[in-house]
């Protein structure tokens, strides 16, 4: 495919998960416009060869010359290229892009809000884990029974410099001596956090599955629409989140048989 042909299949993919979300957004040029002041960017990913890869950005304040954006990437497997663009912008909005309109909204409905006391100082809002692959019926209860970013904390602080808010993605599966744990920090590889990830005691079967949540975290200051941007997370508005309980969201999680990481 020209890029062009997957600019349109990836926007066109946006406009129609995030209908599903209960968010009207259309295609304006380069960016896929929504609610408000809120945007979906595309950029190409490096090396584009047909894999499904897509690198998307969701921004909070479009017109400011500083709007931070929240960038994260997906990819997705399918029989044409087509399909795997599509079920990659589905993975990230069944994630990030369902954990951003949770930022937006704060009904708790598309997200848990707490504040971890093993990261003093940090909100947090959690979005909701697909898990997909054969029998991952277990590895879907055992995340939801069970928090993963308290765990992570220790390995996780010394990535949470800078910034007042960062974008975490966790990415864990594969099968009993053949696993895969992965977290990414506004987009950099964490080994120490990977490797505590990894530590963990989710079930490995004997067959391939896997699970991908996004979290973001925000200090006090991040909350403040006038925080400083950054390149990749972005600052909760003002009018953002009520702080609730954690609802457990992971326990709803979806099912995402056709896509990836």
């Known amino acids: 495919m020209r890029p062009q042909e997957r600019l349109d299949v990836i926007q066109r993919s946006v406009v129609q998960e995030m209908a599903r979300l209960g ?9 896929v416009r929504g609610p408000g002041t809120t945007a979906v960017a595309v950029r190409e990913h490096p090396g584009q060869d047909g894999a499904g890869h897509v690198d998307l950005g969701f921004v909070l304040r479009l017109g400011r010359a500083d709007a931070p954006v929240v960038w994260d990437c997906a990819a997705g497997l399918g029989q044409t290229e087509e399909e795997k663009l599509a079920n990659a912008v589905r993975m990230w909005a069944t994630t990030t892009a369902a954990t951003l309109v949770e930022v937006q909204e704060g009904r708790g409905e ?10 003093p100082g940090w909100q947090v809002v959690q979005g ?18 069970h928090q993963l970013l308290p765990a992570l904390a220790p390995a996780l602080l010394p990535a949470l410099s800078g910034p007042p808010v960062h974008g975490v993605k966790l990415f864990l599966g594969g099968k009993a001596g053949d696993d895969v744990a992965e977290v990414r920090v506004d987009g950099e590889v964490s080994e120490a956090a990977s490797a505590a990830l990894r530590a963990l005691d989710w079930p490995r079967g004997e067959r391939l599955c896997w699970a991908r949540l996004f979290i973001l975290l925000s200090t006090a200051e991040g909350l403040s629409p006038a925080a400083p941007g950054h390149a990749e997370a972005a600052p909760v508005p003002a009018t953002g989140p009520a702080r609730v309980r954690p609802r ?7 099912q995402a048989r056709r896509a990836g990481q």
């Open 23 to 31: 968010q009207e957004f259309t295609v304006e040029g380069s960016v």
């Open 110 to 119: 598309h997200g848990d809000h707490y504040e971890p006391r093993e990261l």
């Open 128 to 145: 909701p884990a697909a898990v997909f692959g054969f029998g991952n019926e277990r590895l879907a209860q055992w995340l939801s029974e």
């Open 248 to 254: 457990g969201l992971l326990g709803r999680w979806r």
